[in-house]
C-alpha cells in the first residue's frame, strides 16, 4: 500500500509529549510517529531568559519540522496543542498535508489568568497551586470521562515535567504573553482537510466549540467520542487511532 504521511503529535498546556504514552504505540505501527515537546513546556529546555510566547513555540516547531521530518505531516493537536496545530498550519501550510484536533483549543481565546501570573504572584500560583499533586489530582479527575483513569500511575506522568530547571518561570512567561488568542477568523484560511476528534463529556472545554470549529474550517469532519471527556487519546487510544 501508500505510504502513510508522517504523524506530529502536540501535547496541551502544563503537559508533555508523556500525554501520547497510549496513543503512540497504536499510531507508530501505522506510520512514522513523532511527539513532540512545544518550547517551554514538557521536557525542553528553559534557558534563563528566554521569552515563551505563541511565536516563539511556532518558530521552534518549524525548526523542528524542517530539521527531523522535512515532509508533510498529519498534525495532531490536543487541548492548547490544537492551538499551536492551527497556529503552524496557518503559517507553514507546506509542513501540513492533514489537520487532526483533540477537544481543541483555538476557537475561543485561551484562559485569562496572564494578570495573576506577575511575580511573585505568578510564582504563587504556579509554585503553590499548580504544582499542588492535590490541585493536579482535581484536574485530572475532570479531564475523563472514567474517573478511574486519573489514577497516580497518570499523576505520575503528568507531573513528571515539573522537575525541569525553570517550570514555573516559563509557564509565567508564556501565561504573561497572552497565551493562544481565537483563531476563529482566520480558521476559514485553513487549505489541508480537517478531523475535529471531541469527547462528548469534555468537562474542560465543554463541548460547543467543537461545533464552532467545525463550522469556522471549510470541508472538516467531526467525530464524537463516546463515554469520554477531554483526553480521548488516553481515555480511548484505540478508538482515536483509528
Same mark, same amino acid.
Given at each position: 500500500?501508500?505510504?502513510?504521511?508522517?504523524?506530529?503529535?502536540?501535547?496541551?498546556?502544563?503537559?508533555?509529549? #508523556?500525554?501520547?504514552?497510549?496513543?503512540?504505540?497504536?499510531?507508530?505501527?501505522?506510520?512514522?510517529?513523532?511527539?513532540?515537546?512545544?518550547?517551554?513546556?514538557?521536557?525542553?529546555?528553559?534557558?534563563?531568559?528566554?521569552?515563551?510566547?505563541?511565536?516563539?513555540?511556532?518558530?521552534?516547531? &518549524?525548526?523542528?519540522?524542517? #530539521?527531523?521530518?522535512?515532509?508533510?505531516?498529519?498534525?495532531?493537536?490536543?487541548? #492548547?496543542?490544537?492551538?499551536?496545530?492551527?497556529?503552524?498550519?496557518?503559517?507553514?501550510?507546506?509542513?501540513?498535508?492533514?489537520?487532526?484536533?483533540?477537544?481543541?483549543?483555538? &476557537?475561543?481565546?485561551?484562559?485569562?489568568?496572564?494578570?495573576?501570573?506577575?511575580?511573585?504572584?505568578?510564582?504563587?500560583?504556579?509554585?503553590?497551586?499548580?504544582?499542588?499533586?492535590?490541585?493536579?489530582?482535581?484536574?485530572?479527575?475532570?479531564? &475523563?470521562?472514567?474517573?478511574?483513569?486519573?489514577?497516580?500511575?497518570?499523576?505520575?506522568?503528568?507531573?513528571?515535567?515539573?522537575?525541569?530547571?525553570?517550570?514555573?518561570?516559563?509557564?509565567?512567561?508564556?501565561?504573561?504573553?497572552?497565551? &493562544?488568542?481565537?483563531?476563529?477568523?482566520?480558521?476559514?484560511?485553513?487549505?489541508?482537510?480537517?478531523?475535529?476528534?471531541?469527547?462528548?463529556?469534555?468537562?474542560?472545554?465543554?463541548?460547543?466549540?467543537?461545533?464552532?470549529?467545525?463550522?469556522?474550517?471549510?470541508?472538516?469532519?467531526?467525530?464524537?467520542?463516546?463515554?469520554?471527556?477531554?483526553?480521548?487519546?488516553?481515555?480511548?487510544?484505540?478508538?482515536?487511532?483509528?
Amino acid at each position: 500500500g501508500q505510504e502513510l504521511p508522517p504523524i506530529l503529535l502536540l501535547h496541551g498546556f502544563d503537559s508533555s509529549a #508523556m500525554e501520547f504514552r497510549r496513543l503512540f504505540p497504536h499510531l507508530a505501527k501505522q506510520a512514522q510517529t513523532w511527539a513532540v515537546d512545544l518550547l517551554g513546556f514538557g521536557f525542553t529546555e528553559r534557558p534563563d531568559g528566554l521569552e515563551i510566547s505563541t511565536g516563539a513555540i511556532q518558530q521552534h516547531l &518549524y525548526a523542528f519540522w524542517k #530539521m527531523a521530518i522535512q515532509r508533510p505531516v498529519v498534525l495532531v493537536g490536543a487541548s #492548547m496543542g490544537g492551538a499551536a496545530a492551527i497556529d503552524l498550519a496557518l503559517a507553514f501550510p507546506e509542513a501540513v498535508e492533514k489537520l487532526v484536533l483533540l477537544d481543541s483549543a483555538g &476557537y475561543s481565546s485561551g484562559p485569562a489568568v496572564g494578570p495573576l501570573l506577575i511575580p511573585p504572584l505568578g510564582y504563587l500560583v504556579t509554585e503553590k497551586f499548580l504544582r499542588t499533586p492535590k490541585v493536579r489530582q482535581q484536574i485530572s479527575e475532570k479531564a &475523563y470521562h472514567d474517573s478511574r483513569f486519573a489514577s497516580l500511575d497518570a499523576q505520575r506522568c503528568a507531573a513528571l515535567h515539573l522537575d525541569c530547571p525553570n517550570w514555573s518561570k516559563a509557564l509565567i512567561s508564556f501565561t504573561r504573553s497572552g497565551g &493562544y488568542r481565537s483563531f476563529k477568523d482566520k480558521l476559514a484560511q485553513l487549505q489541508c482537510p480537517t478531523l475535529i476528534v471531541w469527547g462528548e463529556s469534555d468537562q474542560i472545554l465543554g463541548t460547543k466549540d467543537a461545533r464552532r470549529l467545525q463550522s469556522a474550517i471549510p470541508g472538516s469532519q467531526l467525530l464524537w467520542v463516546a463515554e469520554c471527556g477531554h483526553v480521548p487519546h488516553l481515555e480511548k487510544p484505540e478508538f482515536t487511532a483509528e
